[in-house]
Every structure is written in structure tokens, then in C-alpha cells.
């Protein structure tokens, strides 16, 4: 389904129209093996193309050589004879490379080759019918047995695409050849029959692997092919997907920009005049149903405002637009003043709160209006889900690798453990929310996750079914401010005037007893 993300002209692009090919290439067994065979065949044509001027070499060495044994007038014609037909060889290998390689008939061109084989073949026999073998001196059986030796070698390197090609061009000879040294019964003779009989099946086998290794190669790059096809395909996908992500990213951060503008405006007068309305500034309401009514729009106006800010922040978070304003921070007193806040709405519900803090902790470098919104948006769920007469407890303290951590657990009725990601999804809820609690926007806990992570810090999340939900927040050890050792000794020009002690430790005091 990814694909249909791509326009039609990248659908129907290049790399498109590769993979197509290379998967028929490979999932088609017929189109498959001729596909292959068209390239063995290229490499066969231009394997003698390129060992043009050694074919020739050889000829010319060997019509050279056996003007001994066949005289100078048949050396002669054998010679130029060879040059006329592996003239034509060479001219046939020419036109199967002019070919385009979809275009070249396998079945044909193969056969074409095979054709020349006889003539090839017959050529390389005509070589050793002179002399008698029986009036064949030992040189003569040696550079028969050397020239035949070379051309097998030769041909075998070169022909190997087709199978059972060499063995059919040069067989002929060896097998001749090996017959003229068995006559004389000479085991010099003899044994150069079994080497060449031995050449002949070592190059023949050599010739079939090479074969086997050529059409191995040729399905390797095939299926090479495919993957970097289907690569530029995926990045083709990939980019249009960044893309369309840019653009809608963008879109919907010039809405959010535009709609909290516009809806802001007739939120506030929404508020301000039932604010009015409902303290009865202007004159009293007599009617006990319209102040009813307008407590209710007060309300369900400051939840859509609060739900305004709530998606604004968290865009701003997700677009990475949202700067951090840092400094240092007590964290402890940071959660004294939201604990602060809540007090009061915790006492009318019945809730006590617990706290529980940890002696001498250093500040802690981060954006206090960040931390407090997170700290609020914990404490304020876990208000909404304690029952009356229940207890919250807030725990500050050191982590084990030298952060600090805040702890607020409740003892609510807790969160099945197949919802927890739905809780921290975005405007996710879990049914427990939903039948019992106050109404809420579910966008809390997503917003407490991006402001950790902005400071590089830690979320966790642990809740248990009727028994309570408890959320660890961690700030690294990296936002923790060293502590200063005290100077040994100071000098007198340095030393604090007695005043300034005084006011120091009135200030210590006085955050002692805070805490």
C-alpha cells in the first residue's frame, strides 16, 4: 500500500520498468533461461572477439610448424584455408554483438555456431592425416601432441559459454591422434595418447563448470539487479513520502497557527462575559437555570481553550519548533509550588498528599516552565483518577546513575495493561477515563512524554488494574549542577561580612523549613 504514495510518472519510471524486468527475468523459467542464454552467447561472440589476433597467431605458428610433415605446398593451403574459416567464425561472433541482446534468437544463433563446428573440427584433423604413423619420427609425434595440446587449452578458455563445444571441435583430433600414437605400440607414444585423451576430458569437465559458474554469475547479478532495483524503487517511495510529510507537516502548522489565532479571539470573550455573567457584576440573574447554564459554558469554554494550548504545545514539541528556556532549578521547590496549586482541589475532594524528598539535592539545569506543565499534567491525573478520601504520594530523589527522579503514584483504580499505549497515544483514553473520571482532552501524558525527551530524560509508566498507577519521570545526570567543594581557606579580603553570613542563613533556613 506504501506504492500507491507515489505519483504515476515515479510508478512507471526507470527503476520501476527495471524491476518489472528483472522480476519477469527471474520469476518466468522459460523467459529465464533464455534470457541467460542470450548473454552466454554475447560472452561466447565476444570471447573470440576479443582473442582475434591469437586464433590467427596459432594458425599461422602451426602452418609454420607442420610444413614438416606436410610439405610446404599443404601447410600452405591448410593454413590459409583456417584463416578463410575462422574468418568467417569471427565475422558470424561480429553480427550476434551487432544484435540488440532481446532481439537475438538463442535457438538460432546457437545453432549457427554449431554449424561451424564441423568445419572448425575437420580442419584440425586434415592437420594429422601425414605422415604414416608408422613412419612418424618421435619429434614429429611431439610437436603434433604440443600444437594439439595448445589449441585444446585455447579453445577450451574461449568457448566454454556453449556446452560441449570444445569437445566437439577439437575431440575429433585428439581422438585421431591418440588412435596414429597407439599403432606403434612405443610407450612414449602411448602416453602421450593418454595425456591428450586426459587433456581432452580435464578441459571438457573445466568447460562444463565454468559454464555452470558463468550462468551462476549471470543469476546473481539478475537477482543484484532486482535489489537495486527494488532500493531505488524504496527510495523513490521514501522521498516522495518525506515529501507529502513536508507539505502536510507544513499545512498543518500554518492551520494551527491560523485556527488558535481565530479561535482564541471568541474563546476569550466567551469566557470573559460568562465570568461576568456568572459573578453577576453587571446585575443579578433571576433565573437559577441561566446561571446554570452559563457555569456550563464557562466550563466546557475554558476545556476547549485548555484543549487549544494542549494541541499547539504538543505540535509545536513534534515539529521540534519547541526551544527550551533553560536555567537552574530546584526541582524539589518545583514541586512544592505545584503541589502548592493542587492543595486546595485535593482537600475538597478529600485526597491526601504524601511527599516524600530527599535532603541536599543540587539544582538541575532545565526549562522550569517545561517541568512545571509536566508536573502539573501528573498531578492533575493522578487528582482525577484517587477516589475520595484516597492518598497520593510524591517522591523526589537520586536515580542510581546520578539524575534525579520524580515519583507520583496514586492509589485510583488503576489501568488495565493492554491500555497503557493507548493512554499515551495522542487523545487516547482508557475505559476506566472514560466511565468514571473528568472530562479530559488525552492529550496529557504525549505532551509529558515530548517535554522528557526534549530533556533527554526518561518516562515510565507502571499501573496496575484496582490497585493504583504510578509514573517515574528521570532526568539524566548530565542535567544535574555539580556541587562545588568549599574553599579550604579563604583569604580576609574574600571574607563573607557577618550581615551577608546572617542573610545566607536565614535564606537556608527558611528553604529548610520549605522543605
Known amino acids: 500500500m506504501d506504492k500507491n ?56 605458428a602451426v602452418g609454420i610448424v607442420s610444413f614438416q610433415w606436410l610439405g610446404l605446398t599443404m601447410s600452405l593451403v591448410w593454413a590459409s584455408l583456417m584463416m578463410l574459416a575462422y574468418g568467417l567464425f569471427l565475422l558470424l561472433c561480429r553480427r550476434l554483438v551487432a544484435v540488440e541482446l532481446s532481439d537475438v534468437d538463442p535457438v538460432l544463433w546457437k545453432r549457427r555456431f554449431m554449424r561451424s563446428i564441423p568445419i572448425i573440427g575437420m580442419g584440425w584433423v586434415a592437420l594429422f592425416l601425414k605422415p604414416d604413423p608408422l613412419e612418424m619420427s618421435l619429434n614429429i609425434q611431439v610437436m ?18 556453449i556446452k560441449f563445444f570444445s569437445l566437439m571441435a577439437i575431440g575429433p583430433a585428439a581422438l585421431l591422434l591418440t588412435l596414429r600414437f597407439g599403432v606403434n605400440f612405443d610407450p612414449v607414444s602411448i602416453t602421450m595418447g593418454a595425456v591428450l ?46 515529501r507529502r510529510a513536508e507539505e502536510a507537516n507544513l499545512a498543518k502548522s500554518r492551520f494551527l497557527a491560523t485556527m488558535s489565532h481565530e479561535l482564541r479571539t471568541p474563546l476569550n470573550a466567551i469566557l470573559g462575559f460568562s465570568e461576568v455573567m456568572v459573578k453577576e457584576v453587571l446585575g443579578p440573574l433571576n433565573n437559577k437555570t441561566y446561571r446554570e447554564y452559563l457555569s456550563d459554558i464557562h466550563s466546557s469554554g475554558s476545556h476547549l481553550l485548555e484543549l487549544i494550548n494542549e494541541i499547539l504545545d504538543l505540535s509545536r514539541v513534534e515539529a521540534g519548533r519547541y526551544n527550551l528556556h533553560e536555567e537552574a532549578v530546584y526541582l524539589d521547590y518545583l ?39 509536566v508536573i502539573l499534567n501528573l498531578l492533575s491525573n493522578a487528582l482525577k483518577f484517587t477516589p475520595t478520601s484516597g492518598t497520593i504520594w510524591i517522591k523526589i530523589g537520586w536515580t542510581a546513575g546520578g539524575g534525579q ?88 579580603s574574600m571574607t563573607t561580612p557577618e550581615p ?16
Open 197 to 242: 585423451i586426459s587433456a581432452q576430458a580435464f578441459f571438457s569437465v573445466m568447460g562444463n563448470r565454468l559454464y555452470f559458474n558463468a550462468s551462476t554469475n549471470l543469476k546473481n547479478q539478475a537477482e543484484k539487479d532486482q535489489l537495486i532495483a527494488e532500493l531505488e524503487m524504496a527510495s523513490s517511495i521514501s522521498e516522495e513520502s518525506r
Open 405 to 492: 527522579y520524580v515519583s507520583i503514584r496514586d492509589n485510583g483504580p488503576g489501568i488495565p495493561e493492554d491500555e497503557i499505549p493507548v493512554v499515551l497515544s495522542s487523545f487516547g483514553q482508557g475505559s476506566i477515563a472514560i466511565k468514571s473520571a473528568e472530562q479530559g482532552t488525552g492529550l496529557g501524558l504525549p505532551i509529558v512524554q515530548a517535554l522528557i525527551e526534549k530533556h533527554q530524560g526518561a518516562f515510565e509508566l507502571k499501573s496496575k488494574l484496582r490497585a493504583g498507577t504510578e509514573v517515574i519521570i528521570t532526568l539524566p545526570s548530565t542535567r544535574v549542577m555539580e556541587v562545588m567543594e568549599p574553599i579550604g581557606q579563604e583569604s580576609p
Open 144 to 161: 603434433q601432441f604440443s600444437v594439439l595440446l595448445c589449441v585444446m587449452a585455447l579453445v577450451a578458455m574461449t568457448s566454454y559459454s
Open 335 to 373: 514541586v512544592s509550588d505545584c503541589e502548592q496549586l493542587i492543595k486546595l482541589k485535593a482537600k475538597n475532594k478529600g485526597i491526601k498528599i504524601n511527599k516524600q524528598c530527599e535532603l541536599d539535592l543540587p539544582k538541575v539545569w532545565i526549562d522550569e516552565r517545561a517541568i512545571r506543565q
Open 5 to 60: 504514495v507515489v505519483d504515476r510518472t515515479r510508478r512507471e519510471g526507470k527503476s520501476a520498468r527495471a524491476v518489472k524486468d528483472v522480476r519477469h527475468r527471474l520469476n518466468s523459467p522459460r523467459a529465464d533461461a533464455h534470457e541467460f542464454e542470450r548473454e552466454l552467447l554475447r560472452s561466447f561472440a565476444q570471447n573470440h572477439i576479443n582473442a582475434a589476433f591469437l586464433f590467427p597467431a596459432i594458425i599461422i
Open 500 to 515: 551577608e553570613k546572617k542573610r545566607g542563613r536565614s535564606l537556608f533556613e527558611s528553604r529548610k523549613n520549605r522543605a
